[in-house]
């Protein structure tokens, strides 16, 4: 019979030799000379012995493997924890430099005009007066009807009276499934009714100017059970109430090319 590679031929009288031990270095010639043994042992004993170190090297084999995953998972373990240590000094030293530089923006101010304007008799005192600014513009962007504008093509007829409330995490909405929102929250937290001016283009259109900080992204959809137009992004609803009655025929078609 022809020799070749995958053929067997039991013309090897001589016994298996010697186990050696397994190393992660000797494997694969192990490995190569345990099929040649399956292959040319001429004995049945020789063979036995053969298939059980086949089984001992592949165990051995896995065993290594599995030492070099825990290498692994132990040095990327160390190298995350690394990271997260320079993180938090880079987060220390950034907030001391922070502190560093108001107090160098308000010991260098000397006019007491700019000075007094740091104080608000209804939120304190403020280190520059940069910050009292962004918080008069956080509050404006709450409470001012300015900044976004939704167009409702509402198809009544009529000029109606529009009312805008704005509230978080409704049934359905909630990231990470039913009853995921924040404590207390369950079925939404407490509705706001937005401050809005409204204007009427035609009989047909409402457009609702809103503050600019409840900007939501989407397009108003109409919802008929209960006869009011809503945009959802997210875990964040605003709901238009336009006082629909059974009479009225609302457009429930796209608003997207208002």
Known sequence: MAEGKGEAEYRDPEHVPEKQQYDPDNVKPLAQQLAAF???????????????????????ALEFLRDDQQTFKVDLTGKQTAVTNRQTEVEKRQTNLEGRFTNVIANATKDSEVIDARSS????????????????EQALAL?????????????LGRNPTVTVVYYEYALGT?????????????????????????????????????????????????????????????????????????????????????
Do not use: C
Not at 50 to 59: P, S
């Open 38 to 60: 399956l292959r040319t042992k001429m004995y049945g004993k020789d063979v036995r012995e053969t298939l059980a170190r086949w089984i001992e090297i592949n165990l051995a």
């Open 121 to 136: 008799a209804i939120y304190g005192s403020f280190g520059v007066l940069d910050q009292r600014l962004e918080n008069i």
């Open 143 to 155: 409470l001012a009807p300015t900044g976004y504008t939704v167009t409702i093509n509402h198809g």
């Open 174 to 258: 909630e990231p990470n499934g039913l009853g995921t929102g924040p404590e207390g929250t369950f079925g939404g937290t407490p509705s706001k009714t937005l401050e809005s001016t409204v204007s009427y283009p035609d009989a047909n259109t409402a457009k609702i100017d809103l503050p600019v900080g409840f900007k939501l992204t989407g397009d108003p959809v109409f919802q008929p059970a209960d006869n009011r137009w809503y945009i959802i992004d997210g875990y964040r609803t605003l709901r238009f109430d336009l006082g629909v009655t059974a009479d009225d025929t609302p457009n429930t078609g796209d608003q997207s090319q208002l």
